[in-house]
């Protein structure tokens, strides 16, 4: 199986802040990947899939970037309703594997 | 549009049996795919398989394949698991979610699911 480590595991921010988490894959994955927000005791919801692309109706603060193993989703400038914990997910090979989660919290 | 809505939370014994039902509208069901994924309490999520709606083929996470069974109902446009022989450690909220063809990212998610296991 492909092992998706995240970093930070957790990260305090400002609204306003400028806010990356990057994912490794362990084997190359392409430009499989995807992320995901997750509010508390709410379902996941797609942000971005395919490393770049935006999915719709996702704001245009959020975007991704990397390619083979390392991937990174960036958040231009924190919103509070940004505050949330995020996954990456490769969709390359099965079992499609999830990173860890990052939970970005007010600092 | 597109709407995937669980059935309710369930309390089991262990070993014991659970059947979530998952009802899919405002698209084309056979054209996506169903992907069944699980969060334990506080955890992170743990891809469970993947369905295709049009000719129901699965890939099934090997740690559970000897007990889990997906199933689609195209007439009435609802997915379906099964997992059986519950344990503990499948307390869990289990989510249903509509695959984006290629990307396989999943684009829509079911409300959720709470399954407790307990004696």
């Known amino acids: 199986d492909i092992q998706m480590t995240q970093s930070p595991f957790s990260l305090s921010a400002s609204v306003g802040d400028r806010v990356t988490i990057t994912c490794r894959a362990s084997q190359n994955i392409d430009n499989y990947l995807n992320w995901y927000q997750q509010k508390p005791g709410k379902a996941p919801s797609l942000l971005i899939y395919l490393t770049s692309n935006l999915q719709s109706g996702v704001p245009s603060r959020f975007s991704g970037s990397g390619s083979g193993t390392d991937f990174s989703l960036t958040i231009t400038s924190l919103h509070p309703e940004d505050f949330a914990t995020y996954y990456c997910q490769q969709s390359y090979n099965i079992p499609w594997t999830f990173g860890q989660g990052t939970k970005v919290e007010v600092k | 549009q597109v709407h995937l809505v669980q059935s309710g939370a369930e309390v089991r014994k262990p070993g014991a049996s659970v059947r979530v039902s998952c009802k899919t509208s405002?698209?084309?069901?056979?054209?996506?795919?169903i992907t069944w994924l699980r969060q334990a309490p506080g955890q992170g999520l743990e891809w469970m398989g993947w369905i295709s709606a049009r000719n129901g083929d699965t890939n099934y996470a090997q740690k559970l394949q000897d007990r889990f069974t997906m199933t689609t109902d195209s007439s009435t446009t609802t997915a379906y698991m099964e997992l059986r022989g519950l344990k503990s450690d499948d307390t869990a909220v289990y989510y249903c979610?509509?695959?984006?063809?290629?990307?396989?990212?999943?684009?829509?998610w079911g409300q959720g699911t709470t399954v407790t296991v307990s004696s």
């Open positions: 979610a509509r695959t984006m063809v290629i990307p396989y990212a999943v684009d829509v």
């Open positions: 405002g698209y084309t069901f056979y054209i996506h795919g």
